[in-house]
């Protein structure tokens, strides 16, 4: 299963960005995307999480009231909208999804977890 991000940038602090990641190759379903970001130096950290079926089920509390994290099944697509942008969101943003890979028949295999190769936000002061 491969995930592409989109939608890095450089952007001053008070703007808004707008992050997705496809989902694509041969899998029987997903059942969790989310975002996670890493700074320089800094231990890579869980921004916001949501299930395939349901809402959103994890925001960081540094993002609270700032992110928002979407999705489109049809698409397999998940996407970050971050409003207020800060400097401190200044990191690499990688996409993350776990699910079930074709199994026999109609029935799901064995499970995955796949990473995105990461997109680079920097915020200016």
């Known amino acids: 299963v491969q995930l592409q991000a989109f939608g890095g940038g450089l952007v001053q602090a008070g703007g808004s960005l707008r992050l997705s990641c496809i989902a694509s190759?041969?899998?029987?379903?997903?059942?969790?995307m989310a975002w996670h970001r890493q700074a320089p130096g800094k231990q890579r950290e869980l921004v916001a999480r949501?299930?395939?079926?349901?809402?959103?089920?994890y925001v960081a509390d540094a993002v609270k009231g700032r992110f928002t994290i979407s999705k489109d099944n049809a698409k397999n697509t998940v996407f970050l909208q971050m409003n207020s942008l800060k400097p401190e969101d200044t990191a690499v943003y990688y996409c993350?999804?776990?699910?079930?890979?074709?199994?026999?028949?109609?029935?799901?295999?064995?499970?995955?977890?796949?990473w995105g190769q990461g997109t680079q936000v920097t915020v200016s002061s």
């Open positions: 190759g041969s899998f029987h379903s997903i059942e969790t």
């Open positions: 993350n999804a776990d699910g079930y890979l074709r199994g026999k028949g109609w029935s799901p295999g064995r499970s995955f977890n796949s």
């Open positions: 949501i299930p395939s079926i349901g809402i959103t089920d």
